[in-house]
């Protein structure tokens, strides 16, 4: 039995006559009926009855057309992944990041990679990039990206570009009302702000004082600012969307903030997946700069 036999049995099956499976497929007509009475022959059974150009499959057709597509499904499957073997596609890939950019960002690269490579497993983990280093140190995951200060830059971070940042706050926050503002206007009210895991303690990055709500991810952060909770620096790519819709806006000011750089962690041998996965985040921000 081999699997251009069984393709065979469901063509013609389908498309209810050797005629009309050799029309929809190409095949010549006694190439398709060469290969079902091969698949006959083989299991010992008839899978149709003939009557002239007439065909309706036998009882013992009928059960076994399952399997036969499983088998099938089972074939290519065996194929793709020998292929994507000597493609040097990944079986799987780990990836952390932070939200600083988009979800629908993510949502659609998530999808676009599993339509281009559907047997590589891909996991992803959600985590502040301060933390990024020691997954991919630990082999927990495979590359990480995430958004760095020029400051806070890991010595083995790649970078892909520097990211805009904005100083935002709801229009309804008492800062929104200013012409400008400066450390003086902003340390009187809280800053949302993102905080990390170090040494077993929760860090925060507040920029000016004591006064501030910590959150993990920068999502949350820009959703307690849109409820007026406090002012936040955020990356635009994350900002673009509220600002347009007036649901955040940017507050003026002179302050000299540190820079801020979109870079990735990754481990040794980076293979096909993770490269197309870099290529997409690479382009992405070159279309928001």
């Known amino acids: 039995m081999r699997a251009e036999q069984v393709q065979a049995f469901i063509d013609v099956t389908e498309h209810g006559s050797f005629a ?9 007509r ?5 290969a079902v009475n091969a698949l006959e022959d083989s299991l010992g059974v008839a899978l149709f009855e003939r009557s002239g150009n007439s065909l309706t499959l036998t009882a013992v057709g009928d059960s076994v057309l399952p399997d036969c597509y499983r088998l099938l499904t089972s074939a290519s499957r065996i194929k793709k992944h020998c ?6 596609v990944e079986s799987q890939l780990c990836i952390a990041r932070d939200d600083a950019l988009p979800e629908v960002f993510w949502r659609q690269v998530m999808h676009d990679l599993k339509q281009q490579f559907p047997l590589t497993a891909i996991s992803v983990y959600l985590v502040p990039p301060q933390e990024h280093t020691q997954f991919v140190q630990r082999q927990t995951v495979d590359i990480a990206f995430g958004l760095y200060t020029a400051e ?3 010595a083995n971070a790649a970078n892909l570009a520097p990211v805009s940042m904005r100083l935002v706050a709801a229009p309804k926050h008492p800062l929104s009302r200013l012409p400008s503002v400066n450390r003086d206007d902003l340390a009187q009210y809280t800053q949302v702000c993102l905080t990390h895991v170090q040494d077993d303690k929760l860090i925060s990055e507040a920029l000016f004082s004591g006064n501030y709500l910590g959150l993990t991810m920068f ?3 820009r959703d307690a600012v849109i409820n007026a909770t406090g002012w936040a620096l ?3 790519p994350l900002v673009k969307g509220a600002l347009e819709a007036g649901t955040l806006g940017t507050l003026n000011h002179d302050l000299a903030l540190d820079s801020h750089y979109y870079r990735y962690v990754e481990s040794d041998n980076r293979g096909v997946v993770a490269t ?14």
């Open 30 to 34: 006694s190439t398709l009926s060469a």
């Open 152 to 154: 806070g830059i890991d």
């Open 276 to 289: 197309a996965l870099l290529t997409k985040v690479t382009h992405f921000l070159a279309s928001q700069n």
């Open 83 to 88: 292929h994507q073997h000597l493609q040097g």
């Open 20 to 28: 009309a499976a050799a029309r929809h497929t190409g095949l010549k």
């Open 219 to 221: 999502e949350v952060i």
């Open 234 to 236: 955020l990356p635009y």
